[in-house]
């Protein structure tokens, strides 16, 4: 995806996931501008403004043969933690992987959803 790509994507998802009154910067990243390198993206975020930054992983830099980078997927993944959000604040090692496991997993399912209808 081109970074336009990434951003008219994302405005697509912040629509239907009810983040509208969010002001998002969109960024196309290289891994190495990534804080933790075994992401696909990431998002920096202040809850009481509602303001964001999310970065996607360029796919040029995708190293595993194993699994494409899905780059839509990682969007709505990211934008699922600004939904919750309030949740990130509990901590604990186990909570945080509970939460990011239920966050790529609605991501996935989101996208099925989205690609099945659109056949």
């Known amino acids: 995806m081109t970074k336009e790509e990434i951003e008219t994507t994302g405005k697509e998802w912040q ?3 009810g983040l509208d009154d969010w002001i998002i910067v ?6 190495e501008e ?3 390198s075994a992401c696909q993206g990431e998002v920096k975020y202040q809850l009481a403004t509602k303001q964001a930054i999310v970065k ?3 796919e040029v ?4 043969p ?3 980078q899905d780059q839509e997927v990682v969007i709505v993944h ?3 933690h600004l939904k919750f959000g309030l949740l990130d604040k509990v901590k604990g ?3 945080e992987l509970i939460i990011h496991q239920y966050v790529e997993e609605l991501a996935k399912a989101f996208l099925k959803v989205k690609r099945t209808t659109a056949q």
Do not use: A, C, G, V
């Open 15 to 17: 629509q239907i996931l």
């Open 26 to 31: 969109w960024k196309k990243s290289r891994k």
């Open 34 to 36: 990534l804080e933790l």
């Open 56 to 58: 996607i992983m360029d």
């Open 61 to 64: 830099d995708w190293d595993n």
């Open 66 to 68: 194993d699994f494409t």
């Open 78 to 80: 990211e934008l699922l």
């Open 93 to 95: 090692e186990i909570f």
